[in-house]
T-cell receptor, first 113, second 115 residues
Framework: AQSVAQPEDQVNVAEGNPLTVKCTYS??????LFWYVQYPNRGLQFLLK??????LVKGSYGFEAEFNKSQTSFHLKKPSALVSDSALYFC???????????FGKGTKLSVIP | KAGVTQTPRYLIKTRGQQVTLSCSPI?????VSWYQQTPGQGLQFLFE???????NKGNFPGRFSGRQFSNSRSEMNVSTLELGDSALYLC??????????????FGPGTRLTVT
């Protein structure tokens, strides 16, 4: 069975500082990995994806994610956090032969002014 | 291009009733997936439809069912509602199914409250 873990329920970071939201995965074969963001009372919005190629993936709103196969991780990063980045972030993944996207539990990011 | 729409946005039902939720995907998207989101369990996959066929089903009881129409619109039905069915139900569409369809576009959700 495939699984995606987000070890931190909440991450607090000061505005202007770099942020990292952690994600690890366990899927069969080569993973397809995604990050989504959810603002209050809204659906999820796609941020970025890794399918193959460069380990550093760039996405929307200045976010990027680093794929590390040996550590089975796909951490979300941003060089300088904004207060407007405060939201719930979900990591998701799927493995070979799977039609199902598995989501992590989510990490609440709070950017403090 | 219009986004994914879900109706209704809010719903209050009593135990034992049944409910039908509707989802209209982005034009041109043939895959529709449904998820249940709760504070305790997070996002859980219900099922996916592609070209009117159920491609995959999550670990939910048979009270949860769905269908997809020829125009790709999808409905989800929950029969004999239980208090634990209270959740935000999210619909997501993508152009294709399978692993490549993982880039999904979500609707705003239907907030179901069972009393």
């Amino acid at each position: 069975a495939q699984s995606v873990a987000q070890p931190e329920d909440q991450v607090n970071v000061a505005e202007g500082n770099p942020l990292t939201v952690k994600c690890t995965y366990s899927v069969s074969g080569n993973p397809y990995l995604f990050w989504y963001v959810q603002y209050p009372n809204r659906g999820l919005q796609f941020l970025l994806k890794y399918i193959t190629g460069d380990n550093l993936v760039k996405g929307s709103y200045g976010f990027e994610a680093e794929f590390n196969k040996s550590q089975t991780s796909f951490h979300l990063k941003k060089p300088s956090a904004l207060v407007s980045d405060s939201a719930l972030y979900f990591c998701a993944g799927t493995g070979a032969g799977s039609y199902q996207l598995t989501f992590g539990k989510g990490t609440k990011l709070s950017v403090i002014p | 291009k219009a986004g994914v729409t879900q109706t209704p946005r809010y719903l209050i039902k009593t135990r034992g009733q049944q409910v039908t939720l509707s989802c209209s995907p982005i034009s041109g998207h043939r895959s529709v997936s449904w998820y249940q989101q709760t504070p305790g369990q997070g996002l859980q996959f219900l099922f996916e439809y592609f070209s009117e066929t159920q491609r995959n089903k999550g670990n939910f009881p048979g009270r949860f069912s769905g269908r997809q129409f020829s125009n790709s619109r999808s409905e989800m039905n929950v029969s004999t509602l239980e208090l634990g069915d209270s959740a935000l139900y999210l619909c997501a569409s993508s152009r294709i199914s399978g692993r490549q369809g993982g880039e999904q576009y979500f609707g705003p959700g239907t907030r179901l409250t069972v009393t």
